[in-house]
């Protein structure tokens, strides 16, 4: 099991627990207030007992100001759930999830009379459940990580004494979460010793860095060596662009500190993460989620669409109705992405990977009623579904065309880093189809460096909205 799978499983238990939890703590709150007679004596006002539904009706909006609170402080972070930190993040979580709860309970549920006392209860209840939770999460991640499951395995480029603690910390550490694999180094030969007893392997140079990412399954990589040179540094951030790996550096390195550089610490040593692998964690898992739902959703509602224009297609011109074709996706993926035919069968013969032009003669008569209300792009649905692309991201480039615009095109391996997408940022600004590229990879990093699931719902908003004007 991948690091990446692990994570998104533990992630995905702790919000239903979290849940469960939540929705136990009031049910609880509930019964100590008002069938236990433990209280009595303090209540301020006495009377009957309310209606235990008022309570029911009270558990969504309590879970959902909670699940957003612990998302804000990274409760559903894994590097943030050590006991100390999570603890005190917790206190904060459980004091402003119980004002947005008060703050609902005057503002929309004013009508009904509710217990303080039942609010106060279910506030530390909560508090103490999803510690535990935590505490107990954490130590069962730390026992499979002992057995070697859901790893993330690590590199070093660069080599010194500093790097030999760096190792020694990993490697005495089985518990963390990091696998030591090796190290890069440009003037290290097959093996190096460390110390007695401890054998290093070296697996290449700085200029072999993506072989090696790909034969090694590099999740991460450390420069933590001060005699790496800027310009390796350079040369790897810019080589590994297209591909999800996380890259650190030590924080004495400051002229590297750029926008959205994060600074965190590793076994005790400050790093700065100088490239994140974006859309991780809980958001990500929504994402994922929303793909999954949308897709089918729209496969059942526009089926029989689906099904009239398949048929148009093979009733008005000779050829499959769906058009398969290799593109590049997440990480240099391929994958055949399928879209209804709009053009002649014949329509690549002698021209080879191009873009499509508004005009394009290649076009049939219905190709160019679907193009005009994207109604070609339907069948992506399906891709999405499949995993192989999200509705929201940067249009997926021909596999002909990735070598040509790599070279011409600074940053643009970047667009790789996440999933390709049925819209995107570009697309919504106008960049779609024969356009600028060098103005549309700067919407697509802009889009990766600020994603969020509130954009990509106001980039599907747009798109929606586009479309039905024409």
Avoid at 84 to 102: D, R
Avoid at 416 to 439: H, I, P
């Amino acid at each position: 099991m991948s690091k990446k799978t692990l994570d998104h499983l533990l992630i995905l238990f702790t919000v239903l627990s979290d849940i469960c939890f939540i929705a136990t703590s009031i049910v609880i709150a509930y019964w100590m207030r008002f069938e236990s007679g433990w209280l009595d004596a303090l209540a301020l006002h006495k009377g009957g007992t309310p209606p235990f539904d008022n309570y029911i009706r009270l558990i969504p909006v309590t879970a959902i100001i909670w699940l957003v609170t612990l998302n804000g402080f990274k409760l559903y972070s894994q590097e943030n759930n050590n006991s100390l930190s999570s603890f005190w993040n917790l206190c904060k979580t459980a004091c402003i999830a119980l004002i947005g709860t008060l703050a609902v309970l005057f503002f929309i549920y004013h009508h009904v009379a509710y217990s303080r006392w039942v609010m106060l209860l279910a506030t530390g209840i909560s508090l103490v459940f999803l510690f535990f939770v935590r505490l107990v999460l954490q130590r069962f991640r730390q026992a499979i990580h002992e057995h070697g499951v859901g790893m993330s395995r690590v590199a070093l480029v660069g080599y010194d004494e500093r790097s030999t603690t760096f190792i020694d910390d990993i490697n005495e550490s089985p518990n963390s979460g990091y696998k030591f694999v090796g190290l890069i180094d440009e003037t290290t030969d097959n093996e190096i010793y460390l110390g007695e007893d401890s054998h290093v392997q070296y697996l290449g140079k700085s200029e072999q860095i993506l072989d090696i990412i790909q034969e090694y399954r590099i999740d991460t990589l450390f420069i933590v060596s001060p005699r790496v040179s800027n310009e390796v540094i350079l040369q790897i951030l810019q080589t590994c662009e297209g591909i999800p790996v996380q890259i650190n550096v030590l924080h004495e390195l400051s002229e590297f500190i750029i926008g959205g550089t994060a600074v965190t610490f590793f076994q005790g040593h400050p790093v700065l993460q100088l490239r994140e692998t974006p859309m991780q964690g809980v958001s990500g898992i929504i994402k994922r989620l929303l793909d999954i739902v949308f897709s089918l959703v729209a496969l059942i509602v526009l089926s029989p669409l689906m099904l009239v224009i398949a048929a148009a297609i093979r009733l008005t011109s000779p050829g499959k109705a769906i058009f398969r074709q290799e593109r590049v996706g997440r990480a240099g993926k391929r994958f055949n992405i399928y879209k209804f035919r709009s053009m002649r069968v014949d329509a690549e013969e002698n021209v080879g990977h191009v873009w499509a032009k508004n005009d394009d003669p290649r076009q049939t008569n219905l190709g160019k009623f679907l193009r005009r209300w994207s109604l070609d792009e339907l069948p992506q649905f399906l891709n999405v579904l499949k995993g192989d692309m999200s509705l929201v991201g940067p249009r997926p480039e021909m596999s002909g065309l990735i070598e040509t615009f790599q070279e011409s095109i600074p940053n643009y391996l970047t667009r790789q880093r996440v999933k390709s997408g049925m819209t995107g940022w570009a697309q919504v600004n106008g960049f779609r189809g024969n356009t600028s590229l060098e103005d549309r990879v700067d919407f697509d990093r802009y889009y990766i460096e600020n994603w969020s699931i509130a954009l990509d719902i106001k980039i599907i908003l747009i798109t929606i909205w586009a479309i039905i004007k024409g």
